[in-house]
Structure formats: structure tokens, C-alpha cells
């Protein structure tokens, strides 16, 4: 029995299902969740000491790399001086402002204000009521496959690890919350021009993943979130562009800078980031336009509040990451993923397994299907069976990938050419292990 296992076991007797987030419980791969117990740059070592390359990235956080000197060093000096206040700091200014510097492009600045939460899941459950309080309405039109974490009135036909398990929903969620969300198909104006029509006047915003990355990745058809966000106002209602995953990750300024440097310009109405915006501690956030976020209190009606939330150490690792985030280091991730996508293709293609890697900036994705998958319908069409044998060869040769076919690659600035290469190395016999 490895310590895995051992611990595993143990796990299981007094923590529901051995794991404190399903995804990590190895469901839709079978086998032992490896228990980590470190990582630096890219490489994560299990509790039986072994190392593997990792393409998870703690699900995004570590786009520098996994425990960053400077990022751990920033911690630590913030833990000498206070582990949590419960008041305003300087550096909870800093980040706020560095955040609005960040998001910008093509002489738009979205983001003026920004309040600092401490998961995604808050951040997107308090734009929505801060969507609800702006607009005096209840609706939200959200999109089937888009995962915005797991508050009651997201949890309508959700992906990630509600895709994984397969559950049509989940139980706990009171029918009258759910009925307060519209699910339409992902990409499909026609459908959100027709939930418009039938309810424009009581929805208060449509929320959409800046590039979905829930359901596999999903590259937006051309201007999307451009005609989202013009259909939305049309509507008198706001546009939330959930940026959790890819805000700092896909470009420096999010999917959104990404889109409107390479297509039409748009402005969200509120975004969200979480991830890479803590560094790999717990801080998320949302940001818009002065004149909607004043709606929060203090200055305004909605209420919001978190006792951690701006935490100082969360805050410190975030600058820190944030700093460190370069232009640079994202042409060296895009490379990297140029790198990992290409030897992938070639050994599935070698194998002759039918697949597709859908891809936005350095976030790509592996489908089992003849062609990247536009929606969440779709996405489970994919011969979804071909990915446990892959993901355990892949596991057995030392690289650590996402424990479901739903999730997208993560790489890092500290994947260099000999992670690459080990990389590169192993995706053969996966390729193999997935034709059988
Ligand atoms: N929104 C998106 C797009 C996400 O990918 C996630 C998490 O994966 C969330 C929201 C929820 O964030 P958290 O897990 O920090 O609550």
C-alpha cells in the first residue's frame, strides 16, 4: 500500500468523499488522488516523494510556477507584521489598483473599483446580487457548461466538477433559486435574443465565462462577449464576465483583453477574477465602473462583507504574482503551449485517436472528438472513455494532469525546456494507452 493509498483510506473516515473539492477525488479517472506535499516551480511531489511535472497549477493559480521565491518571501514578510486585521491596508489599495491598471485595452478601463473577496464563488455570487440591486431585477441568463463556482443559483445545469460527476444539477439547491436562472446553450445568440424576448424586462445580467474552461475549453465564436454585452444592455441589463480562470492567465488584461485586441471592443459591466489574482492563497475579486460598484456598502444598498476578505497574506501573494506577471512570461507560457499542443496532436495523431485541442491564448484543452466542441452538448459527446488510460499513463510517466477530460491544461512560467521535454517524452504512451 503507497502512502497515497494509506492516506486515502484515512481520508475517506473523516472528510466526505477523502477530499475537500470532488474534482480532486480522481471520480472520472478512478484510482488514488495523490496527496501533494510540495510544490515548487513545475513540479508537485506526492506524499510517496515522488515528483511529476504539473499541468494543474493548483486549477490555475501558479502561473508563475508553483512557490515563487519572491511570492513566498512576500508572505512571509506579511505574516510577521499581521496574519489578518479586519481593517483596511495599504496593500489591499495596491492590488485594487494595480487590478484596474491591468485592465485595459483598447482605451477602455473597465474596471474602476474593485472589492476583494476571498473565493471565486464569492465573486461572482456577489456580482450577481450587485446585478440584482443595479437593476431592481431578479433573473440571471447564464450559460450551460459555464462554471461560476457553487453558489444556489449557479448550480443550474453547471460544469466542472458537477460535469465530472454527472449530476443534473445538485440536490440542495431550492427549486425557487433555480428558477430565478435561465441555462441556454453556450454560443447560441439565437437562444439568449429568445430568453430576451420572453423575459427581457426581468433579467438583471447574463454571465459568461470570458473563455469557457469548465467544459474542456471552448474558444468564444468571433466578437461573442461583444454581442453578449450590447444584447444585455439592449435589454437594460448587465453584462458579467466571469474571468476567474483566465483573467491574468490567458493575456494580461484577461480573456477580455485578449478579445478586444483581436476583435470588437466591449465593456463588461462587472468582471470577476479569483486564481491567479491570490497566487495561490485565497483571494478573489470584482470590478466595473465607479458608478456600479458604489452600489455596494458602504456606499450603497447591496450588502457585501467577509471577515478575511483583503486578507494581508493573500494580498502580499497576489501583488507579488501580479508584479512577476510580465509580458514575457506570457509569451513564454504561449510558447510553452505551442510546445505541449503540437507533441500532443502528434501522438494522438501517430495513434490514430480522433481528437480535437481547443485552445485560447496558452489555455487549451484535450477532446476526444473530430472537432473542438462548442458547447457543453457537444463537449459530452467526446469518447470520454479514452481519457482515464491517457491521464493514468500520463500519471505513471510523471506528469500530473487534470483529473477529468472537462478540465483545461495549466502551464506555467517555470515550465522550461526540461519540463517540456518530460512532457513530450511521456505523451506517447498515453497516446497509446488512449487508442487501446
Ligand atoms: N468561475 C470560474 C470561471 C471558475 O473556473 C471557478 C473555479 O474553478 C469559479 C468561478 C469558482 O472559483 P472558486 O473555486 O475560487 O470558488
Known amino acids: 500500500m503507497t502512502r497515497n493509498d494509506e492516506l486515502f483510506d484515512r481520508a475517506r473516515n473523516v472528510i466526505p468523499g477523502g477530499v475537500n473539492s470532488p474534482v480532486r477525488a480522481f471520480g472520472s479517472v478512478g484510482g488514488t488522488p495523490l496527496f501533494l506535499q510540495s510544490a515548487r516551480g513545475a513540479y508537485v511531489t506526492d506524499a510517496d516523494g515522488r515528483e511529476y511535472v504539473d499541468l494543474v497549477a493548483s486549477w490555475g493559480p501558479a502561473l508563475i510556477g508553483h512557490t515563487h521565491p519572491q511570492v513566498v518571501d512576500a508572505v512571509k514578510a506579511a505574516a510577521e507584521k499581521g496574519l489578518s486585521f479586519g481593517a483596511p491596508t495599504e496593500g489591499e489599495v495596491q492590488l485594487a489598483g494595480v487590478i484596474a491598471d491591468r485592465v485595459q485595452a483598447a482605451g477602455l478601463s473597465p474596471v474602476e473599483e474593485v472589492r476583494l473577496v476571498s473565493t471565486g464563488t464569492e465573486a461572482t455570487m456577489t456580482a450577481i446580487r450587485l446585478a440584482r440591486?443595479?437593476?431592481?431585477?431578479?433573473?440571471?441568463?447564464?450559460?450551460?457548461?459555464?462554471?461560476?463556482?457553487?453558489?444556489?443559483?449557479?448550480?443550474?445545469?453547471?460544469?466542472?466538477?458537477?460535469?465530472?460527476?454527472?449530476?443534473?444539477?445538485t440536490a440542495g439547491v431550492p427549486a425557487g433559486v433555480a428558477a430565478e436562472t435561465l441555462v441556454v446553450p453556450y454560443g447560441d445568440l439565437e437562444a439568449v435574443r429568445e430568453v430576451i424576448a420572453a423575459y427581457g424586462d426581468r433579467i438583471a445580467a447574463i454571465i459568461v465565462e470570458g473563455a469557457p474552461a469548465n467544459m474542456g475549453v471552448v474558444e468564444p465564436p468571433y466578437g461573442f462577449n461583444a454581442d453578449l454585452?450590447?444584447?444585455?444592455?439592449?435589454?437594460?441589463?448587465?453584462?458579467?464576465?466571469?474571468?476567474?480562470?483566465?483573467?491574468?492567465?490567458?493575456?494580461?488584461?484577461?480573456?477580455?483583453?485578449?478579445?478586444?485586441?483581436?476583435?470588437?471592443?466591449?465593456?463588461?459591466?462587472?468582471?470577476?477574477?479569483?486564481?491567479?489574482?491570490?497566487?495561490?492563497?485565497?483571494?478573489a475579486a470584482l470590478g466595473g465602473k465607479r458608478a456600479i460598484m458604489e452600489h455596494l456598502a458602504p456606499t450603497g444598498p447591496v450588502y457585501q462583507a467577509g471577515t478575511l476578505s483583503g486578507n494581508p497574506l493573500s494580498v502580499a501573494a497576489g501583488?507579488?504574482?501580479?508584479?512577476?506577471?510580465?509580458?514575457?512570461?506570457?509569451?513564454?507560457?504561449?510558447a510553452a503551449a505551442d510546445t505541449v499542443t503540437s507533441a500532443l496532436t502528434s501522438a494522438l495523431a501517430a495513434e490514430g485517436v480522433v481528437h480535437a485541442i481547443p485552445r485560447v491564448g496558452s489555455l487549451f484543452g484535450l477532446a476526444f472528438f473530430d472537432r473542438a466542441p462548442a458547447n457543453y452538448e457537444i463537449a459530452k459527446m467526446q469518447e470520454a472513455h479514452r481519457y482515464p488510460?491517457?491521464?493514468?499513463?500520463?500519471?505513471?510517466?510523471g506528469v500530473n494532469l487534470p483529473p477529468s477530460v472537462y478540465e483545461a491544461w495549466f502551464l506555467t512560467a517555470a515550465h522550461d525546456d526540461e519540463a517540456l521535454g518530460r512532457i513530450v517524452?511521456?505523451?506517447?504512451?498515453?497516446?497509446?494507452?488512449?487508442?487501446?
Open 319 to 334: 501583488l507579488a504574482t501580479l508584479e512577476l506577471a510580465t509580458d514575457e512570461v506570457y509569451a513564454h507560457i504561449n
Open 133 to 169: 440591486g443595479v437593476t431592481g431585477r431578479d433573473l440571471l441568463v447564464k450559460f450551460d457548461g459555464n462554471y461560476h463556482g457553487h453558489s444556489d443559483g449557479l448550480l443550474a445545469a453547471a460544469g466542472s466538477g458537477v460535469a465530472t460527476l454527472a449530476l443534473p444539477g
Open 229 to 283: 454585452a450590447e444584447m444585455a444592455h439592449g435589454a437594460g441589463a448587465l453584462l458579467i464576465l466571469d474571468e476567474v480562470l483566465t483573467g491574468f492567465r490567458v493575456h494580461r488584461a484577461g480573456a477580455w483583453g485578449l478579445q478586444v485586441e483581436n476583435g470588437p471592443a466591449y465593456e463588461p459591466d462587472i468582471i470577476t477574477f479569483g486564481k491567479v489574482v491570490g497566487g495561490g492563497m485565497p483571494l
Open 425 to 436: 517524452d511521456v505523451l506517447p504512451a498515453a497516446a497509446k494507452a488512449a487508442a487501446s
Open 389 to 397: 488510460p491517457f491521464f493514468h499513463a500520463m500519471l505513471a510517466g
